[in-house]
Every structure is written in structure tokens, then in C-alpha cells.
């Protein structure tokens, strides 16, 4: 069964949006009339300029309302989340005493030359986040957060070094497409090394999806919103499936 829906303003399905965008001119009310002719050209209609402003030599800033004909069938949408094992800190702890019998390694790092620590620290650090204390609270969790702005080859150097089970990679930067290169480099590269197979691959930030995580061969995706606990959980299960598939090949194997 379809459900289509449209984006809701004053009234359902009325498609009405905001759209905010720059453009390389010095503002005037003809640059007005070109910020409203391109929102058209786009297909949108109704289209008002509501904001038009310079913001610097050259450049101008406006906020236009509109309304889009288009819909979309929220029901073909297929994006699995990877907060699906809702834990407490004490069932996570007792998960893995059960069923891994250790610790689980576990390092963190904002990647490439991102100095913005937030994330990271939201989910690693023992404070938490809203009230969700973080991995370093854990007693079946040794952590390591490694900070902002390392290198993917001294990321993958140092899980190798300790023998890290996940791996979570930050990025809050995104220009012209960064986030997604350094994603991409550090997975390529523990490939190459013959280590993907043998970590929980994470990455996070505020527009990291958990579908756009797997299009780049991780294995979660955490965003906006993300606590402490949801990403402890998905370690913890998923390492212990994984360690579950692997003995389980050892034992047919008769090794």
C-alpha cells in the first residue's frame, strides 16, 4: 500500500517550503527577481522572496517560500536504523559478560583535519550525553578517544596496534564533500590492511544517516540525537554476532 504525502505549511498537503540559498551577487531587487525566477525554474510555484540581504562584496542571501507539486510514497522508503537494541548501560554490561566474556576495544576519532570534538565526546565521554552516560562509564568497555583532527593512517595504526574491535569515526565538517572522502579513506584503507573484516565500523556526525553509512561500507551510521547507549548496544550485539559466526565456521571447519 502507497501513502503519498506532500510537505505540510498552512494546510495538509498544500507542499508548501522554505528554502534559504546564496548567490554570487550584490543584492538589489533585481537580485530578488533572480533568487525568484531560479526557485521557479526548479519547480516550484508560489514563489515569494521573503528575506533578501547582502552579506558580503559580491554575494547575497535569501529565504524564499514556495510550494512544490511533487510527493513522495513514504511507504518505498526503505532506511533500517541502527538503533534498533534499545540497552540500559547495566543490560549492555551484562550483555557482553555473557556473551563475549571481555571487554570490548573500542577507539574513537574525529578524522582528517575536523576539530570539532562534540560528537565524539558526547558518546565517549563518561559525562554522556542527556543524561545517558557515556562508553568510558561502561565496565565492559575499554575506550579510547583519540580527539580531533587524526589521520586515518594513524587511526587504523593504532586499532591494529591494540586490537580494537569498533572503530567510530567523526566528522561534523561536510565541505564540498570531505566528510564522505575521509569515510571512504579510512574504510578503503582497513580494507587494505586486512582489518575491516575484524572491527565494528561506525561513523557519526550531524548528517551522517545510517543509510548513507552503509552506501560507504560501514556498518552503522549514527546522527543527530545519538546517545551513548544506542551505539553501545549496536557494538555490543554486533560484535557478539559476529564473533557467534566466526566460531561457528572454526567448528565446521575442525580447526
Given at each position: 500500500m502507497s501513502k503519498l504525502v506532500k510537505p505540510y505549511g498552512d494546510t495538509m498537503n498544500d507542499g508548501k517550503v522554505q528554502l534559504s540559498f546564496t548567490l554570487p551577487v550584490e543584492w538589489s531587487e533585481a537580485a530578488d527577481e533572480a533568487a525568484?525566477?531560479?526557485?521557479?525554474?526548479m519547480g516550484f510555484?508560489?514563489?515569494?522572496?521573503?528575506?533578501?540581504?547582502?552579506?558580503?562584496?559580491?554575494?547575497?542571501?535569501?529565504?524564499?517560500?514556495?510550494?512544490?507539486?511533487?510527493?513522495?510514497?513514504?511507504?518505498?522508503?526503505?532506511?533500517?536504523?541502527?538503533?534498533?537494541?534499545?540497552?540500559?548501560?547495566?543490560?549492555?554490561?551484562?550483555?557482553?559478560t555473557e556473551r563475549i566474556g571481555r571487554k570490548v576495544r573500542i577507539a574513537g576519532a574525529c578524522i582528517g583535519t575536523d576539530a570539532h570534538t562534540v560528537g565524539i565526546d558526547a558518546i565517549l565521554n563518561m559525562k554522556g550525553y542527556k543524561g545517558d552516560y557515556g562508553l568510558e562509564r561502561y565496565h565492559s568497555f575499554?575506550?579510547?578517544?583519540?580527539?580531533?583532527?587524526?589521520?586515518?593512517?594513524?587511526?587504523?595504526?593504532f586499532a591494529k596496534e591494540r586490537h580494537i574491535d569498533a572503530i567510530l569515526a567523526s566528522q561534523v565538517v561536510t565541505q564540498k564533500g570531505s566528510d564522505v572522502r575521509n569515510f571512504t579513506e579510512l574504510a578503503e584503507l582497513l580494507e587494505a590492511e586486512g582489518?575491516?573484516?575484524?572491527?565494528?565500523?561506525?561513523?557519526?556526525?550531524?548528517?551522517?544517516?545510517?543509510?548513507?553509512?552503509?552506501?560507504?561500507?560501514?556498518?552503522?551510521?549514527?546522527?543527530?540525537?545519538?546517545?551513548?547507549?544506542?551505539?553501545?548496544?549496536?557494538?555490543?550485539?554486533?560484535?557478539?554476532?559476529?564473533?557467534?559466526?566466526?566460531?561457528?565456521?572454526?567448528?565446521?571447519?575442525g580447526v
Open positions: 525568484r525566477q531560479l526557485a521557479v525554474k510555484g508560489d514563489v515569494q522572496v521573503v528575506e533578501g540581504r547582502r552579506i558580503a562584496d559580491g554575494f547575497s542571501f535569501f529565504v524564499v517560500y514556495a510550494a512544490t507539486p511533487q510527493s513522495i510514497d513514504v511507504e518505498s522508503i526503505k532506511a533500517p536504523s541502527a538503533r534498533a537494541h534499545a540497552m540500559s548501560m547495566e543490560e549492555i554490561d551484562a550483555f557482553v575499554e575506550s579510547h578517544n583519540l580527539g580531533s583532527q587524526i589521520a586515518v593512517e594513524d587511526l587504523v595504526r582489518l575491516r573484516d575484524d572491527v565494528v565500523l561506525i561513523c557519526g556526525g550531524p548528517r551522517v544517516t545510517n543509510l548513507m553509512a552503509s552506501e560507504l561500507g560501514y556498518d552503522a551510521g549514527f546522527g543527530r540525537g545519538t546517545l551513548p547507549s544506542e551505539v553501545a548496544a549496536f557494538v555490543a550485539v554486533t560484535l557478539s554476532e559476529r564473533l557467534a559466526r566466526r566460531e561457528k565456521v572454526t567448528e565446521r571447519s
